[in-house]
């Protein structure tokens, strides 16, 4: 199985703050990673596709990018719609697998 | 605009079976792929497995003994089924679309809550 191990497991950011979660895969995906935001008692959704295309509906200052073994999400200026948890997901091989998530809190 | 709802018993005995329906309405399941995956309460996701439109499956390793999942094309349905659950299957079981087999899920139920408990 590949293992997707996201960095950091938490963050406390203010609104307007520019932030940055890593995803790193234990082997390469190309660019077969995808992003989710996760709000509670919500079931998650999708933001970005194939590494770094933005997902319809989704506001542009979501943004990724990566390839192979790292991977990133970037939020431009945090909203306070934002405060959520963020998973990586590859979509390389089955079994498809999950980062353990970024829970990301208002400081 | 494509929906999914997950339907079944939200209590489950241990060592029974966990039987789980999504009715899927604004698409057909004759098309794309369709997964199941759930998350424990308060932790991460894990993918469950999934059948395609041609009616192929494929299963997370550490479950295939206990898994299937199977698709009612007549009612737009697709089911799980897990046996011999333990408390350690207690979860949010959601259903999701994925357009092909390595594109992301584009659409989610909203889940459901499964607790498996006498």
């Known amino acids: 199985d590949i293992q997707m191990t996201q960095s950091p497991s938490s963050l406390s950011a203010s609104v307007g703050d520019r932030v940055t979660i890593t995803c790193r895969p234990s082997?390469?995906?190309?660019?077969?990673l995808n992003w989710y935001q996760q709000k509670p008692g919500r079931a998650p959704s999708l933001l970005i596709y194939?590494?770094?295309s933005l997902q319809s509906g989704v506001p542009s200052r979501f943004s990724g990018s990566g390839s192979g073994t790292d991977f990133t999400l970037t939020i431009s200026s945090l909203q306070p719609e934002d405060f959520a948890t963020y998973y990586c997901?590859?979509?390389?091989?089955?079994?498809?697998?999950f980062g353990q998530g970024t829970k990301l809190e208002i400081k | 605009q494509v929906q999914l709802q997950e339907s079944g018993p939200g209590l489950v005995k241990p060592s029974e079976t966990l039987s789980l329906t999504c009715t899927v309405s604004g698409g057909s399941v004759s098309s794309y792929y369709w997964s199941w995956i759930r998350q424990p309460p308060g932790k991460g996701l894990e993918w469950i497995g999934y059948?395609?439109?041609?009616?192929?499956?494929d299963y997370n390793p550490y479950l295939r003994s206990r898994v299937t999942i199977s698709v009612d094309t007549s009612k737009n349905q697709f089911s799980l089924r897990l046996n011999s659950v333990t408390a350690a299957d207690s979860a949010e079981y959601y259903c999701?679309?994925?357009?092909?087999?390595?594109?992301?899920?584009?659409?989610w139920g909203q889940g459901i809550l499964v607790i498996v408990s006498t």
């Open positions: 059948i395609s439109y041609s009616g192929s499956t």
């Open positions: 082997e390469s995906i190309s660019d077969y």
């Open positions: 999701a679309r994925a357009v092909g087999s390595i594109s992301p899920f584009d659409y």
């Open positions: 997901q590859q979509a390389d091989s089955t079994p498809y697998t």
């Open positions: 194939a590494a770094s």
